[in-house]
């Protein structure tokens, strides 16, 4: 299983240790990696506000680039697959819009035909290295250990861009992970909503209070942990929680972890190869009730 | 087919009011829906069961409410498409606003948010003689947004409108954009300004749900983002909101990849140093903490970044 790599801006920058547990945890599932180094960032939603064909642009060269290797796009972003799969499905329903794009994408020598695939690591990990084959792989069960999943939304909505209406386990799929690696799955209500880091320069009260919401209720759902495969939820929900916790008047301190880290644990990997005593939240005291130590 | 209806229910006249959960237990045949549903219940089991319903053909948006979590229209909502294999299904009213009873909720918040956003045509001059008239081409694109039938479904369902009542929402907000966009309206830097303030257009968190649960394909979110690029293209005064888009696009111009911190110095500017300063702990403690990658804070631009400043430039030429 070959893919082009996209990393993503925040791996590579605020979320370093996402980066290393990747770099950790695949080639021992049989995946080879293709990095996309002359990509673009996505635009994160963001670029897209001041001028959303200019993204389609940008993600179409993308797309280009990886139907030039003849290889699938991964993902390790909620926030990346989901720009990347709105903009693909707008380019492949429409060929006179696929038409126009191409025609700013010529001049640098390249026509995407509309035929390259974007999946995220999550999925990649149940529909392509699948459960059996995980489960070989996992020497260390995270059995005792309690974690709530946190999506991301762009990675949840709209489900028809991100294939969720064709492959409705792709909902679950986070639950699902947890399950194989052996810990125990805390449902709670805000698991699929916004972490807040979108509004975060805008309206920092509102940005604080959603992570406050969301980690409060999870630990009181009785998670230890929570595990997301957005790092730009990472990056709120772990950069801001004491301060989102201090703002509501309360203690939370519920460790984050990224999707790779928490495979990487079950897999028998070093916490401190994975990168986990790089959050804010430390995990450790967690992870040695768990007898999975730093 | 056997299906249950587990209906949180409010009860306004017990003393203290309160909520509570019933279910009731019928057969439904694969074509109906869960109004359907509710309506047998209330003619067949429980006539004390309250619920809002009208036209049954999504058209008058009398009868959102949650469904297994999701706000919908209860008469666009087949039982088949929702049951669980055991049959079970979780109906509540429709969140951030109040409930007057059982499925029943108080819609004048709603209208005062509609109504905030002046969702009437305002254009130059006199009156004339006949109606106001704009050429099909120019009304096209607002088809979509003119399909709102204001049912309330992506209000209920509003991540920001959870945390903050202040925020205008994503029904006044499309509903603003219709006029915004209209070739006949005069007020559009007025509009613009308006919903450039705190509680407007830039506290969406651009989370999708009102896009997701939308009945009509109004897609709220995506009009809410067109009002952003209206306003930046106007030169409305600038907001954090409109600084950070500026600003992430001016770095992926030049370097193709972000460099967060400068994102965040330039967004907040010295108009705003205050809040850059408020983020020194957080930067110190993720430094202490090895959150740095090894190439260093700031990124080198891509390979290849020439093709990306091409493109920029060719899109710039063409719009």
Redesign the interface.
Known sequence: MTYAFFPGCVSKGACPELYQSVMQVYPKLGIDLNEMTTASCTGAGVLQEKDPKLGDVLNARTFALAEQQGLPIMTICSTCQGVMSQANHRLTTQPQYLQQVNGFLKDEGLAYRGTTTIKHFLWILLEDVGADTLRQHITRPLTGLRAAPFYGCYIQRPTEALGIDDHPDRGKSLERIIEILGAEVVDFPGKTRCCGFPILTINEKNSLTMVATHTRDAKTHGADIMVTPCPLCHLNLDGMQSKAANQEKTAIDLPILHLPQLLGLAMGLDAKSLGLTRHLISPESVLAQATLAL | MKTTLRVRRFDPEADPPMGYVQEYRLETEPSETVLDGLIKVRETLDDSLALRCSCRGAICGSCGMRINGHAALACKTKVISVAPADGTIEVEPMHNMPVIKDLVTDMAPFWSKIRQIQPWLQPPGTAPKAEYTASPEAMTHLSGVMSCIMCGVCVSDC??L???KTFVGPAALAKAYRFVADPRDAATLRRLNALNQ?GGM????????C??VCPKGVAPMDRI?AL??NG?AAKVPS???SR???V??DI?KHK?????PML?VR??GLKHVG?LLGMVP?VL??VF??????SG?L?RP???IH??Q???K??RV??
């Open positions: 991540t920001v959870e945390v903050d705190p830039w506290d969406c968190t651009r989370c999708m749900e896009i997701q983002m952003r690029a930046m907001t954090c909101g950070h888009a500026e992430f696009t992926i193709g990849i972000l460099d967060e965040a967004t907040f809040r957080m403690q993720s903490k090895g959150k740095v990658p090894k804070p990124h891509i390979p290849g093709h990306i091409r493109l920029f060719r899109m063409k719009s």
